[in-house]
């Protein structure tokens, strides 16, 4: 692990989901385990763009159907992983693009759902908290 910064407590499986920042990717934990394994992003801690990549993540969350939504700070953008999937679609900003309107992040540092699973993002740069509506 390398600068790991968020931490998702995922209750049906006893562990932890881990926002691995420096090393570009989520990875579990089960709790009491010696080992780790990697959830999302590249197993040797290569950044990227892509659908499959993450660049700095910061955050990590499961929805009650287990979907995976991760912070991809430095690509200012919250990527939503299907259950089982390894490929992202951008559900919050837009990969790369920096920007201060209702669809574009700076830097999102973290993230959380209401009780309708609308989505809150700490937009860091921008110094405020954006809301998406349920996706």
């Keep these: 692990m390398w600068q790991p910064v968020g931490l998702f407590f995922e209750q ?4 932890l989901l ?16 010696t080992q780790w394994s990697i959830v999302v992003g590249d197993s040797n801690g290569i950044g990227g763009n892509s659908s499959s990549l993450l660049r700095n993540p910061t955050d990590v969350m499961l929805d009650p159907m287990n979907n995976i939504y991760v912070v991809d700070r430095s690509n200012h953008r919250v ?3 299907p259950v089982g999937q390894s490929n992202a679609t951008t559900i919050a900003g837009k990969t790369g693009t920096v ?3 209702a669809t574009l992040l700076f830097s ?6 209401d009780n309708q699973l609308n989505l809150y993002v700490a937009d860091w740069q921008n110094h405020r908290i954006q809301k998406f509506l349920r996706y």
């Design 12 to 15: 049906s499986s006893n562990s």
């Design 79 to 81: 990527q939503f992983f």
């Design 18 to 33: 881990i926002a691995n920042y420096g090393a570009n990717n989520i990875v579990r934990w089960v709790l009491n385990d």
């Design 108 to 113: 999102p540092n973290s993230i959380t759902f």
């Design 99 to 101: 920007g201060s309107n």
